[in-house]
């Protein structure tokens, strides 16, 4: 539901790096979506759309990496990375006392600019 | 080309929230970001916590100053009930955002009069999923559930639960006329967010509502 908020969020750090940098324009930008982030990847990519119009992103295309949802659990010490979208028990011993290491990745990590 | 550019999506948002931060610590002001779901009892428990801090006239809690911040996609009724109180306040039209963000409150702090509080309650606008995403500047997040909700309701909406120090579970004059299962919303929040610290109160008979700020108290300095 707040996926507009982040697509202009996204714009705003790809404007200001491209007039820093000197950049005239921007093909794709590729971000890490957690699956635990509670952004939803097709509403993204239909917000961005949106509010890309008139900008120096105007052409650019959003390439969405979905990150699944993995932990440690301290107490059986194992590694586990789940299908689900929230973890909440070690799905190997049940336990609610594990660390959550990815899923919640709300991240830019590359842009294709010009 | 292809360039290398690791930011958080959110760090505008994030920045400026340590900013607000900085000038709520800097005037001694604990701030509570309430969220919850729309009808679940924010403004009413807002309402009753400040009754009750100044019942019959004479303040109870000397050490609480309180202010409010009413956030809200359209309209000042809220704003307006806490005015009445005699609470400073102010009130933030979303438009059309779901949520608040910390540009929109960073906007409003010069309109409160930060030297004069050490409490600030920042009203969310109703809805449980989005205001988790946002940071606005607080020291904790609080939330109410209103067990009319029903008792799925943690399991369906996690991020609120996992993200909250306090879960305040509204309406419980209501439990005898609903089949809400009140021991599985406590059983299901704190296996989502164990160091969750849980409140059973009514806004409509007063239940509850000393024992949170009693709270409150030992979290204001």
């Keep these: 539901m707040h996926e507009v908020s982040i697509a202009l969020s996204l714009l705003d750090i790809a404007k200001r790096y491209c007039d820093r940098e000197g950049y005239k324009g921007i093909e794709s930008i590729g971000v890490k979506i957690g699956k635990a982030s509670g952004v939803m990847s097709e509403a993204l990519l239909f917000a961005f759309d949106a509010v890309k119009i008139d900008t120096i992103a105007e052409k650019a295309h959003l390439i969405i990496d979905e990150i699944p949802v993995s ?16 973890v909440l028990c ?25 | 080309m292809k360039v290398k550019v690791v930011t958080r999506i959110l760090e505008a948002n ?12 800097d005037a001694g002001v604990y701030v509570i970001n309430l969220m919850s779901a729309p009808g679940a009892g924010k403004t009413s428990f807002i309402e009753q916590t400040i009754s009750e801090i100044c019942r ?10 309180i202010g409010v911040i009413e956030g809200d996609i359209a309209g000042t009724d ?36 930060l ?44 991020l609120m639960f996992q993200e909250s120090s306090a879960l ?20 299901d929040s704190l296996s989502l967010n164990k160091s969750l610290k849980i409140f059973e109160v009514s806004c409509k008979t007063g239940e509850g509502i000393a024992e949170w700020i009693e709270w409150l108290q030992s979290l204001v300095t």
């Design chain 1, 71 to 86: 932990g440690f659990c301290s107490t059986c010490n194992n590694n586990f990375s789940v299908e689900e979208t929230y």
């Design chain 1, 90 to 114: 070690c799905p190997r011993c049940g336990d609610i006392s594990f660390r959550l290491e990815t899923g919640r990745e709300l991240d830019i990590y590359e842009m294709e600019v010009f």
């Design chain 2, 14 to 25: 994030d920045r400026i929230a340590v900013e607000n931060r900085r000038l709520f610590n």
């Design chain 2, 56 to 65: 019959g006239g004479k303040k109870l809690y000397r050490k609480l100053s």
């Design chain 2, 78 to 113: 809220d704003a307006q009930r806490i005015e009445r109180l005699g609470i400073p306040v102010v009130q933030i039209n979303t438009g059309s955002a779901c949520h608040l963000d910390a540009n929109m409150v960073n906007e409003v702090i010069v309109d409160l009069p």
């Design chain 2, 115 to 158: 030297n004069d509080l050490n409490l600030l309650i920042v009203e969310n606008v109703g809805n449980l999923v989005c205001p988790a995403e946002f940071k606005i500047g607080e020291d904790m997040k609080a939330m109410i559930l209103s067990i009319t909700e029903g008792d799925d309701k943690p399991l369906k909406y996690p």
């Design chain 2, 168 to 187: 305040i579970l509204n309406k419980i004059d209501l439990l005898p006329y609903t089949n809400v299962d009140i021991e599985k919303i406590k059983k």
